[in-house]
């Protein structure tokens, strides 16, 4: 059942993020500003590959519902030619079958940024 499964990861990247948390609390007295300054441009412990494979890859793998396939420079062409802004956009608010976020819940603009940065560098 993929609903289990992505409820599984989503409990993985949860833990992951609290543990990250507990141990910024323990280790940045010097630095106080650090974490919030990057909590500002990625979510914690934020890495486009894993959230991808965690978020991204069940649809964008296979080309479900249409999804754009990633690797293939054809899906993607007329997706880049859009511009970056519009898939941004597009991907936060859901189009079509995507789902808003892409279903990432925990992922901020700019994870989502990356994720499709990543996503397009991967398909030209
Ligand atoms: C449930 C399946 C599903 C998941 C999960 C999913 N997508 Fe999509 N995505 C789609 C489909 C379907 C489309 C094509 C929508 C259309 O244009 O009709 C799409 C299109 C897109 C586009 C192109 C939007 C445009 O304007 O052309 C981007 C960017 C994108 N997805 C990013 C992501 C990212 C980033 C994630 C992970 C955080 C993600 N998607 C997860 C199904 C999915």
Redesign the pocket.
Known sequence: MKLINILKSRLVQLSAIATLIIMSGTTSADTPTSGVMQLAQNSDGFEVER??MQ??W???NSG?????KVGVAADWA??IE?GMD???E??ING?????A????FT?TDDD?KD??QY?VDSSQ
């Not at 976020?101 to 990432?104: A, E, I, Q």
């Open positions: 959230v991808y978020s991204c069940a649809c964008h479900a519902a249409g999804a754009p007329p997706r859009k519009t898939l941004l597009n991907a189009i079509n079958a995507m789902p976020k892409g279903l990432c992922c989502l994720l499709i996503m």
